[in-house]
T-cell receptor
Framework: AQSVTQPDIHITVSEGASLELRCNYSYGATPYLFWYVQSPGQGLQLLLKYFSGDTLVQGIKGFEAEFKRSQSSFNLRKPSVHWSDAAEYFC??????????FGAGTTVTVRA | KAGVTQTPRYLIKTRGQQVTLSCSPI?????VSWYQQTPGQGLQFLFE???????NKGNFPGRFSGRQFSNSRSEMNVSTLELGDSALYLC??????????????FGPGTRLTVL
C-alpha cells in the first residue's frame, strides 16, 4: 500500500544543536516530495520541495532535505536549531493526481 | 500577493446541523483542495476542484461536499454533523493543473467544533 512514514513522533533538541527528521515513502514511482511546518493554531507552510534534479534541496528558514531513491527517503535537516523552530513537521508526497498524502507528523521541542 | 484566506476561522456547531466553510485562493490560482486534520487521523485529503469541477475525491462520506465558483473561490459543506467531524479544515490552492505537479499553498484553516 502507498504510504508516508515519519518514524519519530516527537523529537527534543537543544537550541543550537542539529536536527534531522526522517521521512520514508512507499510508492511505485518516485513521487513529488514536500516538507511542511505547522505552528500551533496555524496552517501549513511549505519548507521545501523535491520534484527532480539535484537530490539535496535547500528550503526556507535554513532547512535542507536529501532525497535518497535507494532508501525511499526524504530526510529534513537543519544544522543549528533556533527556539522558533519548535513546531510540527509534516512530510508529504504527491503524485500526478494532485492529492497530497501526509505523514503523521513529528513534533519538535526545542530546549534552551 | 495575499495568501489563501479561510472563513470563518472558528465554528461551533451541534450534532445534526450543517456547516459551510469558505476558501479564497491566492489570486490567479485555479485549483483548490480541502484537507481535514484531526489528532487521530492526521491530515487527510477531502477533494480538489479545478475550473468549477471536482477532479479528485478522498475517502469521506457523502455528507462532505464542495463546490467551486467561477472566481475560483471554494466552499465546503458538511451536513448532519457528527462529533467526529470536529477538526481543523485546511484549504490549499495551486496555480493550475498540468503535466507537472504544482505546489499547494495552505490557508490558516477553519477550526470546527461539534458539540
Amino acid at each position: 500500500a502507498q504510504s508516508v512514514t515519519q518514524p519519530d513522533i516527537h523529537i527534543t533538541v537543544s537550541e543550537g544543536a542539529s536536527l534531522e527528521l526522517r521521512c520514508n515513502y512507499s510508492y511505485g514511482a518516485t513521487p513529488y516530495l514536500f516538507w511542511y511546518v505547522q505552528s500551533p493554531g496555524q496552517g501549513l507552510q511549505l519548507l521545501l520541495k523535491y520534484f527532480s534534479g539535484d537530490t539535496l534541496v535547500q528550503g526556507i528558514k535554513g532547512f535542507e532535505a536529501e532525497f535518497k531513491r535507494s532508501q525511499s527517503s526524504f530526510n529534513l535537516r537543519k544544522p543549528s536549531v533556533h527556539w522558533s523552530d519548535a513546531a510540527e513537521y509534516f512530510c508529504a508526497v504527491g503524485l500526478n493526481d494532485y492529492k497530497l498524502s501526509f505523514g503523521a507528523g513529528t513534533t519538535v521541542t526545542v530546549r534552551a | 500577493k495575499a495568501g489563501v484566506t479561510q472563513t470563518p476561522r472558528y465554528l461551533i456547531k451541534t450534532r445534526g446541523q450543517q456547516v459551510t466553510l469558505s476558501c479564497s485562493p491566492i489570486s490567479g490560482h485555479r485549483s483548490v483542495s480541502w484537507y481535514q486534520q484531526t489528532p487521530g487521523q492526521g491530515l487527510q485529503f477531502l477533494f480538489e476542484y479545478f475550473s468549477e469541477t471536482q477532479r479528485n475525491k478522498g475517502n469521506f462520506p457523502g455528507r462532505f461536499s464542495g463546490r467551486q465558483f467561477s472566481n475560483s473561490r471554494s466552499e465546503m459543506n458538511v451536513s448532519t454533523l457528527e462529533l467526529g467531524d470536529s477538526a481543523l479544515y485546511l484549504c490549499a490552492s495551486s496555480l493550475a493543473r498540468g503535466s507537472s505537479y504544482n505546489e499547494q499553498f495552505f490557508g490558516p484553516g477553519t477550526r470546527l467544533t461539534v458539540l
